[in-house]
């Protein structure tokens, strides 16, 4: 199973950007996909999470400027992201529970690097 992220880069303050995340691989089913972010020094830190019927969660400081979605027969989660801000710079990595043929495993994409200038 692989998880490959998309859609990162440079974008101004007040830019938006989407991220992608597709899943590959032999997959039974995929429980909750999600999206984190991590700075050089600091804790990775939950981002978004989306479960299979569709609940989500928010961190505060992304509430009303991201949205995260999924197509479950594309094996896809999306993060779409608005009003971006300086301090949303960081590595993105993409996070998915998924049940293969050793049973639920999380996986973690390679991480996308999205910078926000000022």
């Known amino acids: 199973v692989q998880l490959e992220e998309s859609g990162g880069g440079l974008v101004r303050t007040g830019g938006s950007l989407r991220l992608s995340c597709a899943a590959s691989g032999i997959i039974f089913s995929i429980n909750t996909m999600g999206w984190y972010r991590q700075v050089p020094g600091k804790q990775r830190e939950l981002v978004a999470a989306?479960?299979?019927?569709?609940?989500?969660n928010y961190a505060g400081s992304v509430k009303g400027r991201f949205t995260i979605s999924r197509d479950n027969a594309k094996k896809t989660v999306y993060l779409q992201m608005n009003s971006l801000k300086p301090e949303d710079t960081a590595v993105y990595y993409c996070?998915?529970?998924?049940?293969?043929?050793?049973?639920?495993?999380?996986?973690w994409g390679q991480g996308t690097q999205v910078t926000v200038s000022s």
């Open positions: 996070n998915a529970d998924i049940i293969d043929f050793r049973g639920e495993m999380t996986y």
């Open positions: 989306v479960t299979s019927g569709g609940s989500t």
